[in-house]
């Protein structure tokens, strides 16, 4: 059912709803309801209720929840509604059939799992970019953990259900021993009032298994099942997966940048793998090629620094700039050669504005000159005393701080 009319039982305002669940806006209860509560790992259906005489007084439901058998719809505001009123309530057909999808498609992997290797579901959660169903491998001891080939043969399986579009049956039974000959994958926790979900011949099921979750007709509904990850989850094995819609459209995501990648890089899917480790191998060679030139570069220019140090009065700072190289190679021309700086040391980082201080750190403390007298030029930065940067978000700011720097020394 995706719709129904029913009568307003009791709404409980705001200030009251609270105290039932957190949450802004009021709580209305029906006498009867198509929106499924959140709960089994399902995320709740959304929709509306509206006046059933046609007066144009809606609502939209925020969420719905059960509470000691007690369904609550959350709502902004009731508006007019009252106790009493009769109601049209329309759910969110797309939302439901989304849940629908996942929770089954869940179920059928769930049922595998334990079919294949004794794997029970300890755990399910319906996130928004995926489901974790966390699988305890309990039954059948010759299976210690679940490798991703295990995984994959499981995903294999669990669509070959769909593609044969197996049953989905509920069944309600009162008492625990009308539903205990069935051939559940998980112990029967509740004693009555019980609904069992099958997929597929009862006698030999996919799954069977205690659920109040919302459901397709038949298996072929849920469309695809796809399997992420598998990672080690406390003691048992988390599967990141998805089903239905999200399914595909994660396929859709996926075929799209291999696709781009394809283009980019001139090969098939069969071959693009190949194509990039090329070019990553060409790409590593390039570094390790730039990483030496680099060092030679840098040894240069350390002998260029260590003779104007040389010829320093020790009364002004000795200033170079470089446009070529960034601040992380800069740092290796001060570095070593503060202890033959007689005041201060200034390396310029044209690119990004920085300026590097190097001293012996007794003659001048750099982290503080740059503490103390950088902010006045918008400029942030830190260090120690023999060395520290100062970033400025101009140059004018740059050469004004450089400016006092040499005062300062004066």
Not at 228 to 248: D, L, Q, S, T
């Amino acid at each position: 059912m995706q719709e129904c009319d029913s009568h307003i039982i009791e709404i409980i305002e705001e200030e009251n709803a609270a105290e039932i669940k957190k949450g802004s806006g009021s709580l209305i209860v029906l006498d009867r309801t198509v929106f499924f509560p959140e709960g089994g790992g399902q995320s709740c259906d959304l929709g509306f209720i509206a006046d059933a005489a046609g007066s144009g007084n809606q609502v939209e439901i925020t969420d719905v929840f059960e509470k000691e058998g007690i369904v609550y719809h959350r709502v902004p505001s009731h508006g007019a509604l009252k106790k009493g009123d009769t109601v049209h309530c329309v759910l969110d057909r797309k939302r439901r059939f989304d849940n629908m999808q996942r929770h089954c498609g869940e179920h059928i992997l769930s049922g595998i799992f334990f079919r294949e290797y004794g794997g029970v579901n300890r755990g399910f959660h319906m996130g928004e970019d995926y489901m974790t169903i966390d699988i305890s491998l309990e039954e059948k001891p010759e299976f210690t953990e679940i490798t991703w080939d295990m995984a994959k043969h499981a995903e294999l399986c669990a669509n070959e259900v769909i593609w044969a579009d197996a049953p989905v049956i509920t069944r309600h039974f009162d008492t625990f021993e009308e539903a205990a000959h069935l051939p559940l994958r998980k112990k029967l926790s509740i004693q009555s009032d019980i609904t069992i979900v099958c997929v597929g011949d009862v006698k030999n099921p996919s799954d069977c298994v205690a659920c109040c979750g919302t459901h397709p007709k038949t298996a072929g509904h849920v469309g695809l099942i796809k399997i992420f990850r598998v990672e080690k989850y406390k003691g048992m094995f988390r599967i990141f997966c998805e089903a239905g819609r999200r399914a595909y459209l994660d396929y859709e995501k996926k075929h799209d940048i291999v696709s781009r990648l394809g283009a980019k890089y001139s090969a098939g899917s069969d071959d693009l793998e190949d194509k990039i480790k090329t070019q990553q191998d060409k790409l590593h060679t390039a570094k390790d090629e730039l990483y030496h030139l680099k060092q030679s570069v840098i040894a240069q220019r350390v002998t260029e620094i260590e003779a104007a140090l040389a010829a320093s009065d020790g009364k002004s700072p000795v200033v170079f700039e470089y446009s070529d190289m960034g601040v992380d190679d800069l740092l290796q021309l001060g570095r070593p050669l503060t202890d033959k700086i007689k005041k201060l040391l200034l390396v310029i980082a044209a690119r990004e504005n920085v300026l590097l201080l190097f001293s012996n750190g007794k003659t001048a403390d750099c982290g503080k000159l740059v503490k103390e007298n950088a902010s006045i030029y918008n400029g942030k930065g830190g260090g120690n005393a023999a060395a520290a940067r100062a970033l400025f978000p101009s140059r004018e700011g740059l050469d004004t701080f450089i400016d006092l720097l040499e005062k300062h020394l004066r």
